[in-house]
């Protein structure tokens, strides 16, 4: 079995900062991608940033130059540094893995984190 674990949401005000974590435990052989989606009140979830095949990363345009993903692939954790936070920016947080175990490939949820900006 595979558990995603976030951790890092919570309360800043407008251009602040917070550092999202994500980290993956269990029979794990392999991870081929990593990412953050988020999903506010009221709207469908959306991808915020990814990275695939652990190079090339990819961001949603209302985040871009704000917010970096980064990977430590000794731990299987997935970070997000989020900077110049805006209001709209306040949601749910979910990471998401691609991860090979035991011969099956599938794609994992972690437990979702609240972010929350706000004056």
């Known amino acids: 079995q595979v558990q995603l674990v976030e951790s890092g949401g919570g309360f800043v005000q407008p251009g602040g900062s917070l550092r999202l974590s994500c980290a993956a435990s269990?029979?794990?052989?392999?991870?081929?991608?990593m990412g953050w989606y988020r999903q506010a009140p009221g709207k469908q979830r959306e991808l915020v940033a990814a990275?695939?095949?652990?190079?090339?990363?990819n961001y949603a345009d209302s985040v871009k130059g704000r917010f970096t993903i980064s990977r430590n692939n000794a731990k299987n954790t997935v970070y997000l540094q989020m900077s110049s936070l805006k209001l709209e920016y306040t949601a749910v947080y979910y990471c998401?893995?691609?991860?090979?175990?035991?011969?099956?490939?599938?794609?994992?949820w972690g437990q979702g984190t609240q972010v929350t900006v706000s004056s």
């Open positions: 998401n893995m691609g991860i090979t175990s035991m011969g099956s490939r599938a794609y994992y």
């Open positions: 269990g029979s794990i052989v392999s991870i081929y991608s």
């Open positions: 990275i695939i095949s652990g190079v090339n990363t």
